[in-house]
């Protein structure tokens, strides 16, 4: 199975303590197709090792998005991996999800990563 991944900018009410200026465009940010890799690492390494995604079945549940709490819980389950003893793609997508979990948190909630199976 292969996942879309995405990291997408959402408007937020709350001070954010950002400059003035104008705001950052809204929507997609960056979009991943994943080729299998995010399947197989949830395969590998199951609930022990990514509790924050081992109940996401995109057979039930068309897509999830991650914000606040389920972001930070992410960002914590993949730094207690260790990433080199993986295969590199599963790595890449890791690795890809771990900086987009640092952007998010950095912004403020402004960022929310999307995951969405693609059949």
């Known amino acids: 199975m292969e996942y879309v991944l995405v ?25 991943r197709e994943d080729g299998g890799a995010l399947d197989a690492v949830l395969r590998r390494l ?12 995109p ?14 819980a ?3 389950d993949i ?4 990433l080199g003893r993986l295969p590199e793609r599963e790595r890449e997508v890791l690795r890809l999800l ?4 640092h952007r998010s948190r950095a912004e403020g909630g402004a960022l929310r990563i999307r995951f969405s199976g693609a059949f």
């Open 7 to 31: 990291l997408a900018r959402v408007p937020v009410t709350a001070r954010t303590g950002r400059r003035s200026g104008p705001a950052p465009e809204l929507g997609v940010v960056e979009r």
């Open 46 to 57: 199951g609930a022990q090792g990514l509790p924050t995604l081992a109940d996401f079945d």
């Open 59 to 72: 057979h039930t549940e068309h897509s999830r998005t991650l914000k606040g709490p389920a972001v930070a």
């Open 74 to 76: 992410l960002v914590r």
């Open 79 to 82: 730094e207690r991996l260790d």
């Open 98 to 101: 771990l900086g987009w979990g």
